[in-house]
């Protein structure tokens, strides 16, 4: 059924304008969705958004937003980077790798109490401090997903090249399409969190809430075992 549905999705990048535009958003949502990599992000930010006082559905949609746009841009300027070297686009020797690993698994020990959280990323502590640990968490994580990101971008970035020449408009549309697609689980993950949080302290159940937040710290360290095991010890 994946195969089906990422088959679909290449065809409809080689379609019209329209439809190419179209698919490329959903291959964005695909990239996060079937990919345990990115998938781990969804956790990551829950987990975030909900680390203290609920901040309130416009402050977790900020919050959600200014990490998406994190991730987005340090998969730019990894691409950019390592595409101007000659390398392969978003491989950055391993680095990454050991990267993505520590992030997840320090994070989730943060989460479940094990280590404490850094006055940055305390979203609540502040409102720039805030903004200031989403944007640093989601750079830092953008830069580890490398090579997991343009494996799924791929089919994208060779239509972007194809159509740079004839028709650069829509070859920028379809990075703006797929980066916007990516985004969209993110935020939409960070925003439903804090609904959950917040139906779960109105209705009395502030320990459930406890519990939610430490759920998110083990899922990110069965995350970091997933990629530890798969793209470190490989």
Same mark, same amino acid.
């Given at each position: ?36 990599? /990115? ?142 697609? /990516? ?6 993950? %960070?925003?439903? %969190? ?41």
């Amino acid at each position: 059924m994946i195969e089906d549905i990422l088959t679909a999705l290449s065809e409809g990048l080689q379609a019209s304008a329209g439809l190419a535009l179209a698919a490329a958003f959903a291959w964005g949502l695909a990239s996060v969705v079937l990919s345990p990599c /990115h998938l781990a992000s969804i956790p990551l930010i829950v987990g975030y958004v909900n680390g203290g006082e609920l901040p309130g559905v416009r402050r977790a949609f900020v919050l959600s937003t200014v990490f998406a746009c994190g991730v987005v841009v340090a998969v730019a300027v990894v691409g950019a980077v390592t595409w101007w070297l000659g390398r392969l686009v978003g491989d950055l020797g391993g680095f990454e790798n050991y990267l993505l690993v520590g992030l997840l698994a320090l994070f989730g020990l943060m989460l479940l109490d094990v280590v404490p959280l850094p006055a940055l990323w305390q979203p609540r502590s502040s409102e720039r401090r805030g903004v200031a640990g989403a944007l640093l968490l989601g750079s830092l994580y953008g830069v580890g997903l490398g090579p997991c990101t343009f494996a799924f971008a791929a089919p994208v970035i060779v239509l972007v090249f194809a159509e740079a020449g004839p028709r650069p408009w829509l070859a920028a549309g379809l990075l703006v399409a797929f980066a916007l697609g /990516h985004s969209v689980v993110l935020v939409a993950a %960070g925003t439903a %969190g804090d609904r959950v949080g917040k139906l779960l302290e109105s209705t009395g159940r502030t320990r459930r809430l406890g519990v939610l937040r430490k759920a998110c710290g083990g899922l990110l360290l069965v995350a970091a075992g997933y990629v530890a095991v798969t793209r470190v010890l490989t």
